[in-house]
């Protein structure tokens, strides 16, 4: 699929090499629907364009823990005892196979909408496939990462890589052949720092790594979707929320069909509605959904390490104990607020770092520019309209990558990776 779709182009009477050139496929051959970004974010693709996968009763899974024991300072109360683990997903072939690991998106859990999909449309393909939270969640960040305070990559890639051998070593009856990668939005800038972190530690030796739909300057990105919050909103005022006028949208859309069906088309078939989001509804919510991510971050980052930012040092947590005036306290801080007063102190007590501009530039891709361009097992799928990128980054992917880029014209953020077309691509690319 992805070498039928790269070509070379014919200019000023040369013709370059598919080698130097990224593959740009054009709306009209591409057939995906949604034409708006907020909304392919939001509401992914139509039900009947997404590929046939397994039911979950059809795929031998098993949902496992392993205790990794970070050694810090400090730690979580003791009634956080459910997340002193970290919790993965593992479904297995009955015969050898290769193994892939998925990375989740920001705050995502292993489980998170986008790995079960992804999930079953590997282990379709024959894979052995383990499910990984990504190191921004609370239950990575509180069971397995050393120092809790995700964002700087190259230490969350190191947690990650703890992980992935935890996990084959608490496993060894899997007959694995090889070993692939891939990861999507954030998860995909690890999987990048993991890859490269691989080419020292031989752990793995991962044959082929799949980044979608990844941050290229990091800060951009998160830049990008803190400001959508700060979308003006039609219909918000003192007396009415935003959360209130979507939950009436809803009730109304639940009330004019007749019953409730919370499936996997919701969105979809909401947006075609008569009570559909506008793009300034859609904005919010996309970037209310990340505000929440990074109170999470902030929230137990700042829990862990007693800072005091949010949660009091000595403040007596039990399980009886409201977190709501934490939680509102926390949601006060933006992702630029949580790299401010969490992530660029210890970066600097830990490495005697600089200014945030150099930060920027060791925690995005251009910290390993020389080694995607060099590497021909790592390639990248991107969306031209999604909403994590700002200028210059897709130029920086063409020029890294070549003809390893893959670029979409619609899909928003991550919207069409349960495209049918999107899905036989990244089969096809593992399939080599």
Request: hydrophobic share 40%; net charge negative; with cysteine.
């Amino acid at each position: 699929m992805l070498r039928s779709l790269r070509f070379a182009a014919l200019f000023g009477g040369l013709i370059l090499s598919a080698s130097a050139l990224a593959a740009d496929i054009d709306a009209a051959s591409y057939g995906y629907p949604l034409t708006n970004p907020f909304e392919a974010t939001i509401a992914t693709t139509p039900p009947d364009l997404r590929p046939d996968l397994p039911l979950d009763d059809d795929i031998n899974q098993e949902t496992r823990s392993v205790r990794l024991r970070p050694e810090r300072e400090f730690d979580l109360p003791d009634n956080f005892w459910p997340v002193k683990k970290l919790t993965y997903r593992i479904a297995t072939q009955d015969k050898a196979a290769p193994l892939i690991f998925l990375i989740a998106g920001t705050g995502a859990r292993y489980d998170s909408s986008l790995n079960e999909y992804l999930k079953k449309l590997y282990y379709k393909a024959g894979y052995h496939v383990v499910q990984l939270s990504s190191p921004t969640s609370f239950d990575f960040m509180s069971a397995a990462s050393r120092f809790a305070t995700p964002g700087i990559t190259k230490e969350d890639a190191e947690d990650m890589y703890r992980v992935m051998q935890a996990v084959r070593a608490q496993n060894p009856h899997v007959d694995v052949t090889d070993y692939y990668l891939t990861g999507y939005s954030l998860g995909a800038l690890d999987a990048a720092f993991v890859a490269h972190l691989d080419e020292t530690r031989r752990s793995f030796n991962f044959k082929k790594v799949l980044l979608l739909n990844p941050p290229v300057n990091l800060y951009t990105s998160i830049t990008n979707l803190d400001k959508l919050v700060q979308t003006e909103v039609k219909g918000i005022n003192n007396s009415t929320t935003f959360y209130e006028l979507v939950l009436n949208k809803l009730t109304r859309y639940f009330q004019q069909k007749g019953y409730i069906d919370l499936n996997d088309a919701l969105l979809y078939d909401f947006q075609q509605s008569k009570q559909h989001l506008s793009n300034e509804q859609m904005a919010m919510l996309i970037g209310t959904s990340f505000r929440f991510s990074a109170a999470d971050i902030a929230f137990t980052s700042d829990l862990i390490n007693r800072r005091g930012l949010i949660t009091p040092p000595k403040y007596p947590i039990t399980e009886g104990t409201t977190l709501t005036p934490f939680l509102k306290r926390a949601l006060q801080c933006d992702f630029d607020c949580y790299i401010t007063e969490q992530v660029i102190p210890m970066w600097r007590a830990r490495t005697d770092g600089g200014s945030l501009l150099q930060l920027i530039d060791q925690v995005s891709l251009y910290a390993l520019k020389d080694y995607l361009h060099d590497s021909p097992k790592i390639a990248v799928m991107h969306n031209a309209d999604d909403v994590i990128l700002g200028p210059g980054d897709l130029g920086f992917l063409r020029k890294t990558f070549g003809d390893r880029l893959t670029v979409y014209p619609l899909g928003g953020h991550c919207g069409n990776l349960n495209y049918r077309v999107n899905s036989d691509a990244m089969l096809e690319f593992f399939r080599g």
